[in-house]
C-alpha cells in the first residue's frame, strides 16, 4: 500500500462544511441526486437507510459524514462490510484521495492488527473498515466503549444492509448480530446502505437492524445507460461469443453461471476463442480466487466468468456488460448483477439467454429446497415475477421499475423498445398442447414429456405414438401447422405461468394444474414473442452499438480529437504503473473520465487541472506535476 506520512486533510479545524469535503477531499464539483441531504442528515446525527442502485454513489453518503464529523472532533466511523477481500482497495482508495483510514479483518497479521487498534483507540481513524462477525467480538466491542467513553466513537455505517434479510440473496447471518451497535451505543448515528429495495426486502431490513426511527431515503433505482437485452436459449455459449465478439471486443465484462462447471468451460471456451476470460467460484481455491478478482480488477478487459459468489461490492467502473448464461432467482438478483455494468455512467450491456429449462431447473430448486412451505410460496411469487420479464414483448425497464413500485414510461433503449418483437397469439396452440395432455393422461394413465406430446399435436407417427396408440387421439395432427419452435415456446410461458406444471421426479413429463383450467376453458389469452431467431423478427433493425473508435476501448474517449487521444493513452500508461507500484486498481488512481477530461484539456499548468471532476486536493499534489509531465510530450 501506499507510504501516506502526512494526512492533514482529516485534520480538526479544516472545513467541516460537506460541499467543502466534496470539492477538497473527492475532487467533484457537485452532489448526486439525494447525497446532499442523507450526508446533511447524518453529519447532524440522525439515522438513515439508504437505498439506491449500484453505481448511485453510496459510499460518499457516509464517508462525507464521516469526514466531517472527525474534523469537527467526534472521532471514528466504523463501517460494517462483509467484503473482506474489497477492503484493501477501498481503504486504499481513500488513501489516495487523503483520507485516514483502515480495515480490521482476517488478513492482518497480530501486529498489522494491534497498530490498527492503536491508531483506532487514539481516534485517529477517520473511517474502519471491519467485518461483521469481529464487530461482535468482545474484544472490538470493548475497544468502541473506550471510544464511546471518551467521546470518539462517532458514526456506524452498514454497508450491503441487504445481508441481514433471508429474503435478500446475500443473507449473512452474522448481520443478525449488529442489533448490538443501537443497543449498546443508542446515541450514536447509524446510516444502513443497499442496492436491493424490493418492498420485503426493506421491510426486514427496518426490523433487523432496528431502523424504525431513520429516515429512509428511496432513489430511483433506474439505469439509464445499461441497455438490457433477453434473447432466446438456442446454443448459450455460441450466442454469447458472437454477443461478445459483435460489440464489446476488449471491454471488461462479467459472464454468471448457474453452477461451477459450467463456469469452468465457459471460461475455457472464451479463452479458446481469443477472449481475455477467468472463471471464479466457491468451489476454486482462495488465493486463486483473489488472484483471478485482482486480475479483474486491475487488468483492462478481463472478462469473469463466474457464479453468484462473485461481485458484491465489486466497484470497478468501466464493465461495459454483464451477461447471464442462465437465470437468476429472482428480479432482485438479476437487477444486482446486471447493475455491476457501467457503474461509470458509459453506455453497457446486460445480456441475458432463457430458456425452457431454466424455467424448469429454477422451479424445481424451489420444491427440492429444504425451506418450510411458507417460504417457497415467496420464492415461486419472486421466481414469476422473473419469467414474465423473460417473457415479456413490452419494454423491459417499465417492468424492472415497475417491481421496484416505480412508474415510468418506455425508454427506447431495451431490446423490446429498441427492435419490437413480433408476437403472435399463442391461445389456440395452447389449448391444444393443454388438451392433448388431458386425453393422453386420460388414454394412458401416465403423463408423458414435452417431446411426445408436441409429437401428437403435430401429427407425427413416431414409435412411442404408435407403442401407446396415441394416433387414435382426437387432437391428433391438429396442430400441424405449428412449428416446434413455435410449441416450445407456448410450453415455456405457460410453465412460466404456472398454467402447466413439469414433474421433475417423474422424467419432466407434463401435468395439468389449477392454472390450466382458464387457458382451456378459452379465458385466458397467451400472447408470444414470435421467436428470435424467426426470419420475422430478424429483419428488425436493432442499432448495433459501434465501437466508438478502434483501440480507443473507453467510451469516456471517443469525444477526443487525435492530440488528445494521444494524451489519453499515454496518462493510461503512466496511470498503469502507479496504480502497479500501490497495488490498487488503476481506477482508485484516476477514473477514465478523469483522464479523458484532462486530455481534452491539455492542461500545462497546475491550475489548469483545477476543477476537473475527480482531481481533489491531495490527487493534485500528488500527481499534479506527474500529469503535467506525460502531457506536455504531445
Ligand atoms: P455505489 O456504492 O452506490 O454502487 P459508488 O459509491 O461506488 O456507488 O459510486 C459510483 C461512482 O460514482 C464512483 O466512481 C464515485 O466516485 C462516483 N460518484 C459518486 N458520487 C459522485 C458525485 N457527487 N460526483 C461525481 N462522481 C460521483
Ligand atoms: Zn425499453
Not at 342 to 368: C, K
Not at 403 to 430: H, R
Request: hydrophobic fraction near 40%; charged fraction near 25%.
Amino acid at each position: 500500500m501506499s507510504s501516506l506520512a502526512p494526512l492533514p486533510l482529516d485534520a480538526p479545524g479544516s472545513s467541516s462544511a460537506p460541499a467543502d469535503i466534496l470539492h477538497e477531499v473527492f475532487g467533484y464539483s457537485q452532489f448526486r441526486g439525494p447525497q446532499q441531504d442523507i450526508v446533511d442528515h447524518v453529519v447532524g446525527g440522525g439515522d438513515a437507510l439508504v437505498l439506491m442502485p449500484t453505481g448511485g454513489g453510496k459510499s460518499l453518503c457516509y464517508q462525507i459524514p464521516a469526514i466531517a464529523r472527525q474534523r469537527a472532533g467526534r472521532g471514528v466511523s466504523v463501517v460494517v462490510s462483509p467484503l473482506i477481500a474489497l477492503m484493501h482497495d477501498q481503504v486504499g482508495a481513500l488513501h489516495e484521495a487523503g483520507v485516514n483510514a483502515a480495515f480490521l479483518n482476517s488478513t492482518l497479521d497480530w501486529e498489522q492488527t494491534q497498530d490498527v487498534e492503536r491508531r483506532m483507540l487514539r481516534g485517529e481513524i477517520t473511517l474502519l473498515y471491519a467485518a461483521p462477525e469481529r464487530v461482535n467480538t468482545p474484544r472490538f466491542l470493548s475497544q468502541l466503549d473506550s471510544l464511546k467513553e471518551r467521546g470518539k466513537l462517532s458514526l456506524f455505517a452498514i454497508d450491503e444492509a441487504h445481508c441481514v434479510s433471508q429474503w435478500g440473496h446475500d443473507f449473512r447471518p452474522e448481520y443478525r448480530a449488529l442489533t448490538v451497535l443501537h443497543e449498546r451505543y443508542p446515541g450514536v448515528p447509524r446510516i444502513a446502505l443497499t442496492a436491493t429495495a424490493d418492498a420485503l426486502t426493506r421491510a426486514d431490513i427496518v426490523e433487523r437492524l432496528q431502523l424504525e426511527e431513520a429516515r429512509q431515503f428511496v432513489s430511483s433505482f433506474d439505469r439509464p445507460n445499461i441497455r438490457y437485452t433477453i434473447v432466446e436459449k438456442k446454443e448459450a455459449t455460441t450466442q454469447l461469443l458472437r454477443f461478445i465478439e459483435r460489440e464489446h471486443e476488449g471491454d471488461a465484462g462479467v459472464v454468471y453461471c448457474q453452477s461451477r462447471k459450467r463456469v469452468e468451460d465457459v471460461a475455457v471456451m472464451l479463452k479458446g476463442a481469443g477472449i481475455n476470460a477467468l472463471p471464479y467460484h466457491a468451489g476454486l481455491d482462495a488465493a486463486l480466487r483473489q488472484k483471478h478478482q485482482d486480475r479483474f480488477l486491475r487488468e483492462e478487459g478481463v472478462v469473469m466468468v463466474a457464479t453468484i459468489a462473485f461481485g458484491m461490492g465489486i466497484d470497478k467502473p468501466d464493465v461495459r456488460f454483464v451477461g447471464h448464461l442462465d437465470m437468476p432467482k429472482n428480479i432482485e438478483g438479476y437487477y444486482q448483477e446486471t447493475g455491476r455494468a457501467g457503474r461509470d455512467g458509459a453506455p453497457a450491456d446486460a445480456w441475458m439467454t432463457y430458456g425452457l429449462q431454466d424455467v424448469v431447473n429454477q422451479r424445481r430448486m424451489i420444491d427440492e429446497s429444504p425451506a418450510g412451505e411458507e417460504f417457497k410460496q415467496v420464492m415461486r411469487g419472486k421466481l414469476d415475477a422473473l419469467l414474465s420479464l423473460a417473457e415479456a414483448s413490452d419494454c423491459r425497464r417499465v417492468r424492472l421499475l415497475g417491481y421496484f413500485g416505480e412508474k415510468s414510461t418506455p425508454c427506447g433503449n431495451c431490446d423490446n423498445c429498441l427492435n419490437p418483437p413480433q408476437v403472435w397469439d399463442g391461445t389456440d396452440a395452447a389449448r391444444k398442447l393443454l388438451s392433448t395432455i388431458y386425453r393422453v393422461q386420460q388414454l394412458s394413465g401416465i403423463s408423458f414429456g414435452a417431446g411426445h406430446i408436441m409429437d401428437i399435436l403435430r401429427g407425427k407417427e413416431t414409435e412411442k405414438v404408435k407403442q401407446f396408440g396415441h394416433e387414435r387421439i382426437s387432437t391428433f395432427g391438429i396442430g400441424a401447422e405449428f412449428s416446434e419452435v413455435q410449441l416450445r415456446g407456448v410450453l415455456r410461458q405457460l410453465i412460466a405461468t404456472g398454467a402447466l406444471a413439469v414433474d421433475a421426479e417423474a422424467f419432466n413429463t407434463l401435468k395439468l394444474t389449477e392454472g390450466s383450467r382458464a387457458v382451456l376453458k378459452g379465458e385466458a389469452n397467451v400472447t408470444l414473442r414470435e421467436s428470435v431467431s424467426s426470419p420475422a423478427a430478424r429483419g428488425g433493425g436493432k442499432p448495433r452499438r459501434e465501437k466508438a473508435a478502434r483501440g480507443a476501448p473507453s467510451p469516456a474517449a471517443a469525444a477526443l480529437d487525435g492530440d488528445g487521444q494521444k494524451r489519453f493513452e499515454a496518462l493510461k500508461a503512466w496511470r498503469a504503473e502507479v496504480a502497479r507500484e500501490h497495488n490498487l486498481p488503476a481506477y482508485v488512481i484516476f477514473h477514465d473520465a478523469t483522464l479523458a477530461a484532462i486530455s481534452e484539456r491539455a492542461p500545462a499548468t497546475l491550475e489548469d487541472l483545477q476543477g476537473i471532476s475527480g482531481i481533489g486536493t491531495k490527487k493534485l499534489e500528488a500527481y499534479g506535476s506527474e500529469v503535467l509531465r506525460v502531457c506536455s510530450a504531445f
